[in-house]
């Protein structure tokens, strides 16, 4: 029996995907090399752009033939997308081949839904879930493994879909983390691990008593063994000098921070209800490139959020001019359903938020030909 994964969106899902393969592997699946091959299909989804949520229909539109020609294949979608329970329905109504519909925390159980197969079509959407399941991962990005240390989100950002599909945050205990991050390193094959989490400087504030990210941090370094440690992804108003200064200071760590800015234009970013201004942006920064000589520097920017006028799109553009960043991901706002911004007056031209889009990264070109 073989299983196949199609995975989309960011790092967490593809971790995510890790436990799939995990839970499949104890079922007794083995990792199949195609869908052809599979007895199982598994499509783990995004909802971040609506671009991403066309190609997954597009992709298990294809699965019918191969339905057609095994009766006895297993199609199961999960993920950010199906946890919008409109979503999920709209696919188990439109696609009669899918058999397993599940959102982000029904994972765990995949295989009670898998067994229930034979006795028809599945559809469950939690509201929420634990974070501390003990899961077997089948980790497949080679010397790196990711480590999961929160999931979910309690920014609401105006744009973002993810809080509304990964609930509110929920740190997992600092022992869990340390034992998992012992027995990664002993297995001996992995130099590198990656902590994942949608906000991790929020790491450990919903916890009893409170536990800090620099701490988690400098706990982690204090781990014998021969690996780096890096993090993704922080939010600039909760990025605090305790973990500039660990990053500074522990040799384990990656002088890297992915620092996503959204915007470079004040009125903006109190309409995406950031919580940080340009200046306020800017400081940290500064803070970052003084402390940490050649630190590696990303961002994400959002193009064509409501409203936004050529002026104010120039303010993102003199941002990435001024930070000079190693990489930037540049998107064209993608009104989410649901979501505040959705709402509102103004949305951009699709024409105007391509020629945007198309401008800074033009400008992301040329300053990488720049030595900094
Ligand atoms: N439209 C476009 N981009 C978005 N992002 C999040 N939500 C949206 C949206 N509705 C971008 C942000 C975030 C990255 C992961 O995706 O830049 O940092
Ligand atoms: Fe990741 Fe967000 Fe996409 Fe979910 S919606 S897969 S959390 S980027």
Redesign the pocket.
Known sequence: MKYFIVTYG?QMNVHESEKIAGILEKLGYECGQSREEADIIVFNTCA??EGAEDRVLGNVGALKRLKKKNKNLIIAVCGCMTQKSKTAEYLLSTFPFIDIVIGTFNIPKLGDYIEAVKKGRQLELWEEGDIDEVLPYKRTSGENAWVNIMQGCNNFCT???VPYVKGREKSRQEENILAEVRAILSEGKYKKITLLGQNVNSYGKDLVPQVSFAKLLHDICKIEGDFVVSFMTSHPKDLTDDVIDAVANEEKIEKYIHL?A?SGNNRILRLMNRKYTREDYIKIIDKIKAKIPNCRLTS???VGFPTETEEEFEDTMSLVRYVHYDNIFA????P?EGTVASKMDGQVDDKVKHERVNKLLALEKELQKEVK
């Open positions: 960011c971040i752009r744009y973002c879909i996503p959204q994400d920017f959002i998107f064209m706002y993608s989410r």
